[in-house]
């Protein structure tokens, strides 16, 4: 249109209208046509130098009959039979890899753990497991893929049989404003309940049934730490914490719950108050009527259970010197055995070397088992099963793919919890030592997921501490 009224304008004022150039070809299209032609000559010449090549190329040259030379066939003696030799057992043939299955690795890291949604015939899954470890999948560290992999078919396999059981989140509690460092559970009259403690200095207890439930809160909060608490420990109807401060305090569980108390009545609660270390508390354990506590000033006490329940500060009846990170006590020898960065000592219950070392490294957690003379050792990368007759060790495995945090042995015997930051719980046959379950919870705070689990005293729940904040209950 613009163009339009220029040319009237210019044909008004008497001079020539604007004429639109005609648009020619483009440089493209000459560069195609070019292009085109040049293949064609190429596919010319290409079929006449084939065409000569196979003109020029000699055939085969084929002798007549009268020029075959008939070779003589040498008549040699037949050879003796070999004598036979003697019978070897076989070694089976290798068997061929699994094809690797094109899963996200997000969902082949699930396989590989959980193993299928719906397992299939105990046969099935035995044939299964046996090709994972033909192939070399197998190796000294449970925590690898290939190893996780057959854990998880002999998981299955168990899962099919009667005694099989699958783990699962019940319950998630929300109550602390910072983290848990730690869980323990007390057998009440009606039902069961958990105490945890925490880094914002209150210590809560939760009544837990067996249906899940989300939106729990605690029947009772004790405060009275100035302090973030570490541990928490329950004898009898008593709760024992200790702080980073080194102070430990008593709480009596036969009052009435009185949930989130001021701040003023936590002395309805506190039994007693014991200033026991010059700095934090590791762990809390108790031996016959006497309690343990470990501590980062370099010390490991033993205290009257009497003396700690009234309200005075009384002696250590030992103290033990050195560098200490836990303590666990075995049911079976009525020994106390401590922790440190080199291994594990034996001591009396009054406080006296045993002469019983195991060197595995820095110690994190101890359980002892309660119906076998069995210590498992954690340390940051690996398990340790110990025998506490001789002090050797029977097995060791990888428990996670990060560092372990805790471990429990369960009141039957017949399986070894683990927690590890890398936000997954473990359940562990004792009587082979797989992987029978795998439950992740948590969320990372940090480079830390879970402080502490801690095995419900008929066995049916599990509790785990997360640095998240939250109490995990799994059913």
């Given at each position: ?134 192939a070399g999948a197998m190796d000294k560290d449970i925590g690898s893929l290939g190893s996780v992999a057959v854990a ?324």
């Open positions: 249109m613009l163009e339009a009224g220029l040319s009237a304008e210019r044909e008004k004022q008497g001079q020539a209208p604007v004429k639109r150039p005609v648009k020619a070809k483009t440089d493209a299209m000459d560069a195609m046509q070019g292009i085109l032609q040049r293949m064609n000559r190429s596919r010319t010449a290409l079929r006449r130098y084939l065409s000569e090549v196979e003109a020029s190329a000699p055939g085969p040259t084929v002798r007549p009959p009268s020029e075959l030379i008939e070779l003589p066939i040498p008549q040699t003696a037949p050879a003796p039979a070999p004598a036979p030799e003697p019978e070897r057992e076989r070694e089976p043939a290798p068997a061929e890899p699994t094809p690797e299955m094109s899963l996200p690795p997000s969902m082949a890291r699930r396989m590989a753990r959980f193993g299928p949604a719906h397992p299939s015939s105990p046969a099935t899954a035995k044939t299964r497991a046996q090709e994972v470890v033909a998880a078919i002999r998981a299955s396999e168990r899962q099919a049989s009667s005694e099989g059981r699958t783990w699962s989140v019940g319950h998630i509690l929300r109550s602390h404003m910072r983290d848990v460092m730690s869980v323990a559970w007390v057998e009440a009259s009606k039902g069961t309940l958990l105490v945890s403690g925490g880094l914002d200095a209150t210590v809560k207890v939760w009544a837990i049934s067996s249906r899940s439930q989300n939106d729990l809160e605690p029947v009772a909060t004790f405060r009275g730490h100035t302090a973030g608490i570490v541990t928490v420990a329950v004898v009898g109807r008593s709760v024992y914490s200790a702080d980073i401060k080194g102070v430990v305090r008593v709480w009596d569980l036969t009052m009435p719950p009185t949930p989130y108390p001021p701040r003023a009545d936590h002395s309805a609660r506190a039994v007693a108050e014991l200033y026991a270390h010059d700095d934090a508390i590791w762990s809390i354990c108790s031996t016959l009527d006497r309690i343990v506590t470990v501590s980062a000033d370099g010390t490991a006490k033993i205290w009257g259970m009497a003396d700690l329940e009234v309200p005075a500060q009384p002696a250590p009846l030992a103290v033990i010197h050195g560098r200490f990170t836990v303590a666990a006590v075995s049911s079976m020898t009525d020994q106390l055995y401590i922790g440190s960065p080199t291994g594990v000592t034996a001591y009396s219950a009054y406080g006296e070397p045993t002469g019983l070392e195991i060197n595995v490294g820095h110690v994190v957690s101890l359980a002892a088992h309660p119906l076998r003379p069995v210590l498992a050792i954690g340390t940051e990368e690996r398990v340790f099963i110990a025998d506490l007759n001789t002090g050797e060790v029977t097995k060791d495995f990888r428990p996670h793919e990060g560092r372990l945090a805790s471990l429990r042995f369960s009141s039957n015997g017949m399986f070894l919890t683990t927690a590890g930051h890398s936000q997954s719980i473990r359940m562990w046959s004792c009587e082979d030592w797989s992987c029978a379950s795998d439950v992740s919870a948590h969320r990372k705070n940090w480079d830390d997921a879970i402080h502490c689990v801690a095995i419900s005293p008929d066995d049916g729940l599990v509790a785990t501490a997360g640095a998240d904040g939250q109490v995990v209950v799994l059913h």
